[in-house]
């Protein structure tokens, strides 16, 4: 291929990569539970210190009756918290999951279904879109052996973008440590007191979550074609020599 049409398929191999994280990453939102996993995490990734807060904070709920929040039904949840049946992270993921759902009214509910017809709508478009992509680059390159070489590359490199990320943020912890506290603090009835570190660690760790099974089976069936088609492509060329 000339240089041009080298260009072309870079071009190309960029957005399908694109696309196709997109996919992958947006087949693993559920709206439904993104508040209540975000905190939970949150709670989970803080300083001892702050989830003693947390813990004065539900222990409230729970205890004043003339709490305005305590109109949330989690009455029988605070009966099991306080027998010690539930743990603090447990109840606090009860306690967001029945606040989320007091706080929106129908038209809020509506829509929330329209949002969630919407990502699924998304995904479908971004598969067509990838189908169209990689047709365009099967008729530029033209060649059996080079469009061969060109899905091997691309996997390879798909999975190790989908896992990039992850290794990354897994280093900052080992390196800095992932601390939300100051997040987790200003959430819970104090005054706000965000830091640079406690945004990017939250950041990281409501990134984490993303991570679920099918966004890491996907990752490793990338690399494993990949690195299985880059493998079979050596062998195969050391054959004919």
Not at 58 to 74: A, F, G, R, Y
Not at 122 to 150: A, E, P, Y
Request: aromatic letters at 10%.
């Amino acid at each position: 291929m000339n240089i041009i049409k080298r260009f072309i398929v870079w071009i190309f191999r960029v957005i399908i990569i694109l696309v196709l994280l997109s996919f992958t990453f947006s087949s693993s939102l559920d709206i439904n539970k993104s508040l209540e996993n975000s905190i939970t995490d949150l709670y989970e990734h803080s300083t001892p210190e702050s989830q003693q807060k947390v813990v004065t904070f539900l222990d409230k709920v729970c205890d004043s009756p003339t709490s305005t929040i305590k109109t949330i039904d989690v009455g029988s949840q605070c009966t099991e918290y306080k027998s010690g049946s539930l743990s603090p992270k447990e109840f606090l993921g009860i306690f967001i999951s029945d606040f989320s759902k007091n706080i929106l009214d129908d038209s809020d509910l509506t829509n929330l279904n329209i949002i969630l017809s919407k990502v699924s709508e998304f995904k479908i478009f971004l598969l067509i879109i990838t189908i169209i992509l990689l047709t365009l680059v099967s008729i530029i390159i033209h060649d059996g052996g080079q469009i061969i070489k060109f899905l091997n590359g691309l996997f390879l490199r798909l999975g190790i973008w989908v896992f990039l990320p992850y290794i990354l943020i897994k280093i900052y912890d080992l390196t800095y440590g992932l601390d939300t506290s100051p997040v987790i603090n200003s959430l819970f009835l104090e005054q706000p007191a965000y830091t640079a570190q406690g945004i990017i660690s939250s950041i990281m760790v409501i990134f984490l979550r993303s991570y679920n099974t099918f966004v890491i089976t996907m990752g490793l069936v990338f690399l494993l074609i990949g690195a299985i088609g880059i493998t079979a492509t050596i062998i195969k060329r050391k054959a004919l020599e």
